[in-house]
């Protein structure tokens, strides 16, 4: 199994344009995650979602920030407009959903917006 | 006050120590409990779980619940350079379903020949 795939690894905007982060979760997994990791909040859960439908987004910062499922396979995160404080890395994780089932995680985009 | 308070040192120790990391949480309701490892530019791979109270050992890595203490650790023995990287505890409640886990902030840790 590839694992979860994210794109682009590295993407660097100017403020005020939009941003689409994209991810291809594991096969099979119902529960899709998207965080958030900086040096001073650490990781922090934006959104997710089950079986495509989205769950809970009390963790999406603003309205600026928006995020999709269409299917199971895939999943956007987009922020429109972009600012400066959004630089992070942005993470997607997938699991089966138990309590006990492992979070697998994306290797990351890294977004500098300037 | 943070659900979960993990010390982010950097913590620096030489090749072959033992390491022990250590995360505190305010929520007794917590069940799960997991050890995340997290090498550079990489995402968070899971490396220890356990559910509830006790001790749990899995190679040269030992995980400890205290739930009287609100108190998780993990123990690495023989440590090696390969080791290091940033080390994020994280749990979660039951009550059915899926239940949002809880990060710390992470510790980095770093083994040097």
């Known amino acids: 199994d590839a694992g979860v795939i994210q794109s682009p690894r590295h993407e660097v905007t100017e403020m005020g344009q939009e941003v689409t982060l994209r991810c291809k979760p594991i096969?099979?997994?119902?529960?899709l995650f998207w965080y958030r990791q900086t040096m001073m909040r650490g990781l922090e859960l934006l959104i997710y979602f089950n079986n495509n439908v989205p769950i809970d987004d009390s963790g999406m910062p603003e309205d600026r920030f928006s995020a999709k499922m269409p299917n199971a396979s895939f999943s956007t995160l987009k922020i429109q407009p972009s600012e400066p404080r959004d630089s992070a890395v942005y993470f997607c994780a997938s699991s089966l959903g138990r309590s006990d089932s492992p979070l697998h995680f994306g290797n990351g985009t890294r977004l500098t917006v300037t | 006050q943070k659900e979960v308070e993990q010390d982010p040192g950097p913590l620096s120790v030489p090749e072959g120590a033992i390491v022990s990391l250590n995360c505190s949480y305010s929520n007794s309701a917590f069940q799960y409990f997991m050890w995340y490892r997290q090498y550079s530019r990489k995402g968070p791979e899971l490396l220890m779980y356990t559910y509830s109270s006790g001790n749990k050992e899995d190679g040269r890595f030992t995980a400890q619940v205290d739930k009287s203490s609100k108190y998780i650790s993990l123990f690495i023995r023989d440590s090696q350079p390969s080791d290091s990287a940033t080390y994020l505890c994280?749990?979660?409640?039951?009550?059915?379903?899926?239940?949002?886990?809880?990060f710390g902030a992470g510790t980095r840790l770093a083994v040097h020949p």
């Open positions: 096969s099979g997994h119902d529960y």
């Open positions: 994280a749990m979660s409640r039951f009550s059915g379903g899926y239940n949002k886990l809880i």
